[in-house]
């Protein structure tokens, strides 16, 4: 997997952190508030879509069906809601969300614009394995936390990267494993991928070398 930010560089974007921390909006401070709500609408091609989204103090999540397909929504932005739909047939298809004055939502994605009124029902996803604290005591680790909360296929949560809170959103890609992004403030983006071994220990790749977690 290609990371997006060399370990490396890791430094340098420290420092840059530390003189915009006052500048900088915390990421997972996510306005506006009345965007939890479930939203129907159909898209361009006649397919119904389904999506209910929730807010916790890590940002917006949320799942439903995109025709045939079920979806989840990893939110990867701060303006407003702009992230990814996850398809079951493993498809991805960025999309951004905005709320309108009358609390309806517009989906747009690949370059069409669907009008989504509120209401609707979707199954509620069941929480999973990877909801935990994990920590590390290996000092080559710049990573020294994950605060983590699995719903369904979406995983989301907190990390402690050089003492600084990041925001940490993914996706189930296969029994225990994850696929996810560690977002540092100032919006700068790292990949990772995690996976559960036998001793619920959880096993971070991507972020440097592999850093084992313990569960506490």
Sequence with gaps: ?????RVGELLTLFVSM???????RPYYEIEPQKLADTYTGTSADGERIVLQLQQGENGWVGNGTFGANKVVFVESGTK?????????DGTVQPV????????????ELAGQVVDMQAGGKVTPPETGP???HFETKDMKSFVD???LTQSGEIVSGTAIVLQQKALVSGWVTAPNNVYGIVTLPGETQMEFEASLDGDNKLIVSGLGNPVIFQRK
């Excluded at 530390?18 to 900088?24: D, E, F, G, R």
């Excluded at 407003?80 to 079951?88: Q, T």
């Excluded at 951004?96 to 989906?107: A, P």
């Design 18 to 24: 530390v003189l915009l921390s006052c500048a900088v």
């Design 80 to 88: 407003k809601a702009i992230g990814k739909l996850i398809f079951s």
């Design 96 to 107: 951004s969300l905005e709320l309108s004055e009358i609390g309806d939502v517009s989906l």
């Design 130 to 132: 990877f909801s935990g």
């Design 1 to 5: 997997m290609k990371q997006i930010v």
């Design 145 to 147: 936390a994950f605060f």
